[in-house]
């Protein structure tokens, strides 16, 4: 199971920290994902990381001001969302991978960015 | 980035049609092609991945096929809980990337 926490109304400009706490499973052993849906519109991906954490992957479109994290210890997936955008405005998904697969949602949590 | 097209956009059927949704990869991405569907206000669930493999408790009246850069994604018989919008989603290279998702409609 996945259940992700952490959205909310921001600022353009502003930072948001989402987490997604994975259960049931060995989270060491998966690479994570984070994916989006602006309102009315289609998936996006926007991140991934590496079972250990050691290598990171991110779309063009949040380069440079999301990034992506784990800790292990904890069975948490984290992004950290810096200079937000209005159209950064989306639920946001976490996804549990294997072998690039994605084979497990979370419930996503509500991002919205508006003044 | 590898561009995913699907079509069509949309899709209105009867019940027990067979319903074909194509998918078009703007780069040969071998067989690494997954399928999701999502009814509204919900997750996406995991149909199919490597392109024809159904994921575990995933109903046989689904079924995907194609390599490359063509596939597509049938629905042998429809029924009203196939209702939902349809992604593709290649897992080739980073970026991964989903198509702009078929809705289909039960008449």
């Known amino acids: 199971q996945l259940l992700e926490s952490g959205g909310g109304l921001v600022q353009p400009g502003g930072s948001l920290r989402l987490s997604c706490a994975a259960s049931?499973?060995?989270?060491?052993?998966?690479?994570m994902s984070w994916v989006r849906q602006a309102p009315g519109k289609g998936l996006e991906w926007v991140s991934g990381i590496s079972n250990s954490g050691g290598s990171t992957y991110y779309a063009d479109s949040v380069k440079g001001r999301f990034t992506i994290s784990r800790d292990n210890s904890k069975n948490t997936l984290f992004l950290q969302m810096n200079s937000l955008r209005v159209e950064d405005t989306a639920v946001y998904f976490c996804?549990?991978?294997?072998?690039?697969?994605?084979?497990?949602w979370g419930q996503g949590t509500m991002v919205t960015v508006s003044s | 980035d590898i561009q995913m097209t699907q079509s069509p956009s949309s899709l209105s059927a009867s019940v027990g049609d067979r319903v074909t949704i194509t998918c078009r990869a703007s780069h040969d991405i071998s067989n690494y092609l997954a399928w999701f569907q999502q009814k509204p206000g919900k997750a996406p669930k995991s149909l199919i991945y490597a392109a024809s493999s159904l994921q575990s408790g995933v109903p046989s009246k689904f079924s995907g096929s194609g390599s490359g850069t063509d596939f597509t994604l049938t629905i042998s018989s429809l029924q009203p809980e196939d209702s939902a919008t349809y992604y593709c989603?290649?897992?080739?290279?980073?970026?991964?990337?989903f198509g702009q998702g078929t809705k289909v409609e039960i008449k």
């Open positions: 049931g499973f060995t989270f060491s052993d998966y690479v």
């Open positions: 996804a549990k991978e294997q072998y690039s697969i994605i084979v497990l």
């Open positions: 989603q290649q897992y080739n290279t980073y970026p991964w990337t």
